[in-house]
C-alpha cells in the first residue's frame, strides 16, 4: 500500500488518514487487523463487525436488552406468582357426597402451558365418630371439574383421611402440599371439598365437635412454578 507524508495532512494511505486529530477511515476501503487509536480519535464510518469473530467481553460490557436469539436450555423453578385464601370462620356437613368448603378456593392464571402450579393447604378439621376426615383437592378449568388424587388413593376418592379421638374434642391439622400440572394460561381455580361416610356424623372445619372452642384457621395457597 502506498503511503504518503504531507506535513498537512499526515499520513494519507488507501482510506485513510493519520493526523493530529485522529484516524480517518473511508468507508468499504482498506482492512485494519488492529486499532490502537483512542476512541475519541477514531472518525468516519467503520466497516460493520462480524459477531462471531467477538471473543472475550466481559459480561459486565453488555448492557441493553435482547428480544431474540437467546435459548433457555434448563428449568429455573422461579416462583412466578402467589395466590392464598385464608378461612377463619367454621364449616360443618353431614353431606355423603363431596361439598365444596367454604372460602377455601382460590384462583391463578398461569402465565404459560409449560408452567406448574404448586398447591400448599392446611385444614384444621374434626368429626363426631371418632373417624377419619376426608377431603379432596379440585381443580377447575373453564367450569370443568378435575378431582386431583394420588393413585393409591383412587378406590376412597379421597385426598387423605385423618383421624379423631373418640370423644370429638380433639381437632386435628391436616397438612398437604402438591405439585400441579394444569396444561394452560386459562385461569385455574383450587379449591377443597370433603364429606361423611354417614348422614348421621358430622364434619368440622375450623373447630372440634364437642368443645366448640378448640377453634383454629385453615389456608389453601397456590404458586405458579417455572418451567
Excluded: W
Excluded at 409449560?114 to 371418632?130: H, Y
Excluded at 394452560?184 to 366448640?212: D, E, P
Amino acid at each position: 500500500m502506498a503511503l504518503t507524508l504531507s506535513g498537512t495532512n499526515g499520513v494519507v494511505g488507501a482510506g485513510f488518514t493519520v493526523d493530529a486529530s485522529g484516524v480517518s477511515v473511508t468507508a468499504g476501503v482498506g482492512t485494519f487487523s488492529s486499532l490502537n487509536a483512542a476512541a475519541s480519535g477514531l472518525t468516519g464510518a467503520l466497516p460493520a463487525l462480524d459477531a462471531a469473530n467477538l471473543t472475550s467481553i466481559n459480561a459486565a460490557q453488555l448492557v441493553g436488552v435482547c428480544t431474540s436469539g437467546l435459548t433457555k436450555t434448563g428449568g429455573f423453578g422461579k416462583i412466578l406468582q402467589v395466590e392464598q385464601a385464608l378461612k377463619t370462620d367454621a364449616f360443618s356437613t353431614s353431606s355423603t357426597s363431596y361439598v365444596d368448603i367454604t372460602g377455601l378456593s382460590v384462583n391463578i392464571t398461569p402465565s404459560s402451558s409449560s408452567n406448574k402450579v404448586l398447591v400448599d393447604f392446611v385444614i384444621a378439621c374434626g368429626n363426631n365418630t371418632g373417624t377419619q376426615n376426608r377431603f379432596e383437592l379440585v381443580r377447575q378449568v373453564g367450569g370443568s371439574d378435575t378431582a386431583i388424587n394420588p393413585t393409591e388413593m383412587s378406590s376412597s376418592t379421597a385426598m387423605f383421611y385423618v383421624s379423631e379421638s373418640s370423644t370429638g374434642y380433639m381437632r386435628a391439622q391436616c397438612v398437604y402440599r402438591f405439585l400441579d400440572s394444569p396444561n394452560t394460561t386459562s385461569q385455574v381455580n383450587y379449591r377443597l371439598r370433603t364429606l361423611m361416610y354417614s348422614a348421621s356424623y358430622v364434619q368440622y372445619v375450623n373447630r372440634a365437635h364437642y368443645n366448640t372452642n378448640t377453634t383454629g384457621s385453615s389456608v389453601i395457597t397456590v404458586m405458579e412454578v417455572a418451567a
